[in-house]
């Protein structure tokens, strides 16, 4: 139950990530957010990141935990990546 936990929160953390670039804001909104707004959505992915780890750890250890931590963040990135990736090819479509 952790893991999926934790794989949630690294979803949401790379979403933030991805949204507190420019060129995300851009494909997905059509502008960009201010500065502040993206700064405040770097630091949301970071603690989500930080969190997600920790409830890794605290669930598997250190040994376990970083690796299960290291999968979550590498399924958490392909799945935002993907997500990218079929919206802007949906938004051309239509």
Not at 26 to 49: D, I, W
Not at 58 to 68: E, F, K, M, R, S
Request: charged share 10%.
């Amino acid at each position: 139950m952790m893991r999926l936990l934790a794989l949630l929160l690294c979803v949401g953390a790379f979403g933030c990530l991805a949204m507190a670039m420019a060129r995300h804001q851009e494909a997905l909104l059509g502008r960009a957010l201010p500065a502040a707004h993206s700064r405040c959505l770097r630091g949301a992915g970071g603690c989500s990141l930080g969190i997600a780890l920790a409830f890794v750890v605290a669930d598997q250890g250190w040994a376990l935990g970083l690796v299960a931590f290291s999968g979550s963040t590498s399924v958490a990135a392909g799945t935002v990546y993907g997500a990218l990736i079929a919206w802007g090819r949906w938004s051309d479509a239509s």
